[in-house]
C-alpha cells in the first residue's frame, strides 16, 4: 500500500524546515531584466517572463525585507559572504540595460533602499546587437501571417488572435534555436522570409549613454557589464570571449569614467559557459561573474567569484507564496510546479 498524500506532505514540509536553513545558504543573487507597469508587460509568454511588474517588484522586496534580508550591492557582496551573520544577503540584478531600468525600476528600488545592479550589454545600447526576442514578437503582433523558414514550402502562419501568435511566436522561436551559434543567418532568414531586409522596429527598448550616466549616478545603482553582442560564450572561440568581455568593459569604463567590476553571462547556464570562463573573466578584469546557475550563495562562492550563482525570478506568475519556495533553495530542485516554471524559460536567461 502507497504512502498517504498527506503523510508525503506532512513529512515534505517537516524536512524542508529542518533543511531549510543549509538549503538557503548565506542568501541569494537575484536576476531579471525588465521592471515594467502591469499595463506595458508584452503580450506574449516568453517575453513577458523577462519582465516583472512595477507592483510586483515592490512586493518582492518588502517580503524580503520583513523577512529581515540584508540588501547588498555586488560591490560589497564578497565581503559580507565571508562574514557571520545572521542576515540573509540579497544582491537583485537586471540584466540587458533597458529604458525602464532607469524610469520604472529605479523609484521601485529608491523606496526601499535597495542596491540594485545592472548589466549592459554595449551593442544593445549602441544599436549594433539586435534584441531578437524582442524583434521576433513585433514581427508576430504587426502582421496578419508570418513565415517561418526551414521546410521545403513553408506556409503563412496566421497571427489574428493571442492563440495563434503565441504558436507562431515559438514556432520562430526553435527555428532559431535550432540553428545554434548560426542564430544570425537564422534572424536573417526569417527577416527575408517575411520581406525585410532589417529587424523590425521595437521601439525604444533601451537606455542611452546619457541615460546610463544618470543611472550610475544613483547611489543605489551599479553599472556591470553583460558583453557587447549577447552572445552564448560557449560558441565562441577563446580569443572571441576575451573580446565580449574586455570591449564590453572598456566601453562601459570610457562612457561612464570609472571601473567596471562585475560581469553577467548571457544566457549563463551551465552548458553555456565555456571551460576556462572564471580565468578569462579575471584576466578581462573583473572582480565576479555571475552565472544563472540557480542556487543560493555560499560561503564556498569566495573561492571562486567569477561564477557565481544567480536564480532568475519567474516573471509570468507572479506568486509571493512560489517566490519564498524559490528563495529558500529547496523547491527549485523538487518542487514539479517551480521546476516546470523554470524551465519553460530558462533558454532566455
Same mark, same amino acid.
Given at each position: 500500500?502507497?504512502?498517504?498524500?498527506?503523510?508525503?506532505? #506532512?513529512?515534505?514540509?517537516?524536512?524542508?524546515?529542518?533543511?531549510?536553513?543549509?538549503?538557503?545558504?548565506?542568501?541569494?543573487? #537575484?536576476?531579471?531584466?525588465? %521592471?515594467?507597469?502591469?499595463?506595458?508587460?508584452?503580450?506574449?509568454?516568453?517575453?513577458?517572463?523577462?519582465?516583472?511588474?512595477?507592483?510586483?517588484?515592490?512586493? %518582492?522586496?518588502?517580503?524580503?525585507? +520583513?523577512?529581515?534580508?540584508?540588501?547588498?550591492?555586488?560591490?560589497?557582496?564578497?565581503? +559580507?559572504?565571508?562574514? +557571520?551573520?545572521?542576515?540573509?544577503?540579497?544582491?537583485?540584478?537586471?540584466?540587458?540595460?533597458?529604458?525602464?531600468?532607469?524610469?520604472?525600476?529605479?523609484?521601485?528600488?529608491?523606496?526601499?533602499?535597495?542596491?540594485?545592479?545592472?548589466?549592459?550589454?554595449?551593442? #544593445?545600447?549602441?544599436?549594433?546587437?539586435?534584441?531578437?526576442?524582442?524583434?521576433?514578437?513585433?514581427?508576430?503582433?504587426?502582421?496578419?501571417? %508570418?513565415?517561418?523558414?526551414?521546410?521545403?514550402?513553408?506556409?503563412?502562419?496566421?497571427?489574428?488572435?493571442?492563440?495563434?501568435?503565441? +504558436?507562431?511566436?515559438?514556432?520562430?522561436?526553435?527555428?532559431?534555436?535550432?540553428?545554434?551559434?548560426?542564430?544570425?543567418?537564422?534572424?536573417?532568414?526569417?527577416?527575408?522570409?517575411?520581406?525585410?531586409?532589417?529587424?523590425?522596429?521595437?521601439?525604444?527598448?533601451?537606455?542611452?549613454?546619457?541615460? %546610463?550616466?544618470?543611472?550610475?549616478?544613483?547611489?543605489?545603482?551599479?553599472?556591470?557589464?553583460?558583453?557587447?553582442?549577447?552572445?552564448?560564450?560557449?560558441?565562441?572561440?577563446?580569443?572571441?570571449?576575451?573580446?565580449?568581455?574586455?570591449?564590453?568593459? #572598456?566601453?562601459?569604463?570610457?562612457?561612464?569614467?570609472?571601473?567596471?567590476?562585475?560581469?553577467?553571462?548571457?544566457?549563463?547556464?551551465?552548458?553555456?559557459?565555456?571551460?576556462?570562463?572564471?580565468?578569462?573573466?579575471?584576466?578581462?578584469?573583473?572582480?565576479?561573474?555571475?552565472?544563472?546557475?540557480?542556487?543560493?550563495?555560499?560561503?564556498?562562492?569566495?573561492?571562486?567569484?567569477?561564477?557565481?550563482?544567480?536564480?532568475?525570478?519567474?516573471?509570468?506568475?507572479?506568486?509571493?507564496?512560489?517566490?519564498?519556495?524559490?528563495?529558500?533553495?529547496?523547491?527549485?530542485?523538487?518542487?514539479?510546479?517551480?521546476?516546470?516554471?523554470?524551465?519553460?524559460?530558462?533558454?532566455?536567461?
Amino acid at each position: 500500500m502507497g504512502i498517504p498524500k498527506t503523510v508525503k506532505q #506532512l513529512a515534505f514540509r517537516t524536512l524542508s524546515g529542518a533543511l531549510k536553513p543549509w538549503l538557503r545558504g548565506r542568501g541569494v543573487i #537575484l536576476c531579471q531584466h525588465r %521592471i515594467l507597469e502591469k499595463a506595458d508587460k508584452s503580450p506574449l509568454s516568453i517575453p513577458r517572463d523577462l519582465e516583472l511588474s512595477s507592483d510586483y517588484l515592490a512586493k %518582492i522586496l518588502d517580503n524580503l525585507r +520583513s523577512q529581515g534580508a540584508e540588501f547588498v550591492p555586488l560591490d560589497e557582496l564578497m565581503e +559580507s559572504l565571508a562574514k +557571520s551573520s545572521r542576515h540573509s544577503l540579497v544582491a537583485i540584478t537586471l540584466d540587458d540595460g533597458y529604458l525602464d531600468n532607469l524610469s520604472v525600476a529605479l523609484p521601485v528600488f529608491e523606496a526601499f533602499s535597495a542596491p540594485f545592479t545592472v548589466y549592459v550589454t554595449t551593442g #544593445l545600447i549602441d544599436g549594433t546587437a539586435d534584441p531578437w526576442w524582442y524583434s521576433l514578437q513585433s514581427l508576430v503582433l504587426n502582421n496578419e501571417a %508570418i513565415t517561418v523558414p526551414g521546410t521545403p514550402s513553408p506556409s503563412p502562419l496566421p497571427t489574428g488572435n493571442w492563440k495563434e501568435q503565441e +504558436s507562431a511566436y515559438r514556432a520562430l522561436y526553435r527555428f532559431v534555436g535550432e540553428a545554434g551559434a548560426n542564430r544570425p543567418a537564422a534572424l536573417a532568414e526569417i527577416w527575408r522570409a517575411n520581406g525585410l531586409e532589417n529587424p523590425p522596429d521595437n521601439g525604444r527598448l533601451f537606455m542611452s549613454w546619457d541615460e %546610463i550616466r544618470q543611472l550610475d549616478q544613483s547611489p543605489l545603482a551599479t553599472v556591470g557589464a553583460h558583453t557587447v553582442t549577447h552572445p552564448r560564450l560557449s560558441w565562441l572561440e577563446p580569443d572571441g570571449i576575451r573580446s565580449e568581455l574586455e570591449q564590453s568593459r #572598456l566601453r562601459l569604463e570610457a562612457e561612464l569614467g570609472h571601473p567596471i567590476k562585475h560581469v553577467a553571462y548571457p544566457h549563463g547556464s551551465e552548458r553555456d559557459l565555456p571551460h576556462g570562463i572564471s580565468d578569462l573573466a579575471k584576466a578581462a578584469g573583473f572582480e565576479t561573474g555571475t552565472t544563472t546557475i540557480p542556487r543560493n550563495l555560499s560561503p564556498g562562492d569566495l573561492r571562486v567569484p567569477w561564477t557565481l550563482p544567480r536564480k532568475a525570478i519567474p516573471g509570468e506568475i507572479e506568486d509571493l507564496e512560489l517566490m519564498n519556495r524559490f528563495l529558500g533553495g529547496w523547491d527549485d530542485r523538487f518542487n514539479p510546479r517551480l521546476r516546470r516554471r523554470l524551465a519553460q524559460t530558462k533558454e532566455f536567461r
